[in-house]
């Protein structure tokens, strides 16, 4: 095995972890919310920093890579799109770190009626799907999985579309707790985001695996 | 434009079939580089484009290779003429044991050309193209081997161009030299590629990558993969080339 093979190897185990992690934020903040568990929202705001951690160390790797071993073809390929798929779970990171806050701060004062009007579950549960399916096909390189869960991110798309309506449903029922129901909508505006991400975490893996840019392509 | 193009070319060391069917077009004004593993053919191939082979006992070739429409392996064709016109530039600096003037006139003088004057300018014109006018104008009558190995090396590439080649051949130019040197190698390689067409053999993938417009990948006596150098290196279609490219193999 060349030097470069134990780089990428070590490369490609860094980044699985942080997908680990960003899927397991997701998953505490999903747990807390349901169980309204302030300290387990604070845990994950906390280990959010594990989070911006990882994408130094991932940055870092790509940059002596790049400097010691200049890769060529798939090996090149495999470092930038690492760089991006690395960027994209830190912004996964930031708002999974913004739901724990609001669980942290209004948590106890968001009936579930109202999460569940928004259908805030659901959406973390699509988005920690997707999460999973994506490490799937990053260790496999499956680009057909990749683009596969990119077509979830309609089903977070359709939610979000609704959000206007139930968010303008709830105000003029419940007049006042419209901070607090502006504050949910939010969330599913950052939630509908994450799908977006995660949607370009699979044009990442089907630019290294097949060369194919797949980025601000409809569809 | 095509500038040199091989028609099914076999070449043959007594029994060592060293290219097999060999189909490549090279355009005027480009760089192309040729890669591939010690003995995948790559050298055999450069050096047939002036016909350096010809010396080798067993040595023997088919097929066609074109420069300019002409099949250089033709009875007919005088070598002195092809390789005015293809001139090849070695692995390692062969300078004369001769001043530097001298070295860059030599090529001029035994082509017949007496006027001294259209010699001094000639030999100016070339050491100016090959950027080393600047480092020797004050000193043409010393010994070439008072250079250092880069400037020995464009030396060689200016006598090269004083006989007004339209093709040079570069024959790994850079292996024996240290990274500056080998960088104005390579931006000399980039300057002339405007006025002259350059094949290079090299073993530095990252040389290949910098300087060359079209890169060929030799295996086993084959020509695997031919294209736009941008292509080889980012996205190469056969797995072999990717193999070798990124060290896996060779």
């Known amino acids: 095995m060349v030097t470069l093979d134990i780089e990428l190897g070590s490369l ?31 845990e994950v705001v906390e280990r959010e920093k594990r989070v911006n951690a990882l994408e130094l160390l991932i940055d870092k790797d790509c940059e002596n890579i790049l400097a010691l071993h200049n890769p060529v073809a798939t090996d090149l390929r495999f470092v930038l799109s690492t760089i991006k798929i690395a960027g994209d779970l830190e912004s996964i990171g930031d708002i999974t770190k913004a739901l ?41 390189e499956d680009t057909h999985l990749a683009q596969k869960i990119a077509k979830k991110d309609s089903a977070l798309n359709e939610i979000n579309k609704n959000a206007p309506g139930v968010t303008s449903e709830l105000i003029k029922a419940n007049t ?44 | 434009m095509k500038i040199i193009e091989a ?10 079939h060293a290219l097999t069917n060999i189909n490549i077009e090279i355009k005027e004004n480009t760089v ?29 070739n088919e097929g066609t290779l074109l420069i300019e429409g002409k099949d250089i392996y033709k009875k007919k064709v005088k070598l002195e003429d092809l390789r005015q016109h293809v001139g090849m530039v070695f692995q390692k ?22 006027n001294e004057k259209e010699v001094e300018e000639r030999v100016e014109k070339s ?7 600047g480092e020797v104008k004050d000193s043409l009558d010393k010994s070439a081997y008072s250079l250092s190995g880069g400037q020995q090396q464009r030396l060689c590439i200016a006598r090269t161009l004083a006989v007004k080649p339209s093709i040079i051949l570069m024959d790994e130019p850079a292996s024996a030299l240290d990274p500056l040197s080998t ?29 060359s417009d079209r890169t060929a990948f030799f295996y086993l006596g084959n020509l695997i993969e031919y294209g736009k150098t941008s292509d080889i290196f980012t996205n190469p279609k056969i797995k072999q080339t990717e193999n070798y490219i990124s060290g896996r193999f060779g």
């Not at chain 2, 099914?8 to 060391?13: E, I, L, T």
């Not at chain 2, 050491?127 to 006018?133: R, T």
Request: overall charge positive.
């Open chain 1, 176 to 219: 006042d707790k419209i901070e607090l129901i502006l504050k949910l909508f939010t969330i599913t505006r950052k939630l509908e985001r994450v799908g977006d991400f995660i949607k370009n975490i699979g044009a990442e893996v089907v630019f290294h695996i097949e060369a194919k840019v797949l980025k601000h392509k409809k569809g």
């Open chain 2, 93 to 114: 600096p062969n300078p004369f044991p001769k001043s530097i003037y001298e070295n860059v006139a030599y090529g001029l003088r035994i082509r017949g050309v007496k």
């Open chain 2, 183 to 211: 960088a104005k190698i390579e931006e000399l390689i980039a300057e002339l590629r405007e006025q002259y067409t350059i094949v290079i053999v090299t073993h530095n993938m990252h040389q290949a990558s910098r300087v």
């Open chain 1, 100 to 140: 724990a806050r609001f669980i942290e701060k209004s948590g106890k004062k968001a009936s579930r009626t109202f999460v569940d009007k928004f259908q805030i579950h659901s959406m973390i549960e699509i988005c920690i799907s997707m999460l999973t399916d994506m490490g799937e096909a990053i260790q496999k």
């Open chain 2, 32 to 60: 192309t580089a040729l890669i591939g593993p010690s003995g995948c053919g790559k050298s055999t191939f450069l050096r047939m484009l002036n016909r350096m082979n010809d010396y080798i006992e067993g040595f023997r």
């Open chain 1, 12 to 42: 490609k185990e860094n980044l699985l972890e942080m997908l680990d992690l960003v899927k397991s934020q997701l998953a505490k903040s999903k747990k807390a919310l349901e169980q309204v568990d302030i300290p387990l929202a604070q």
């Open chain 2, 7 to 16: 028609i099914d070319v076999n070449a043959y060391y007594g029994d060592n």
């Open chain 2, 127 to 133: 050491l100016k193209k090959a950027v080393l006018w």
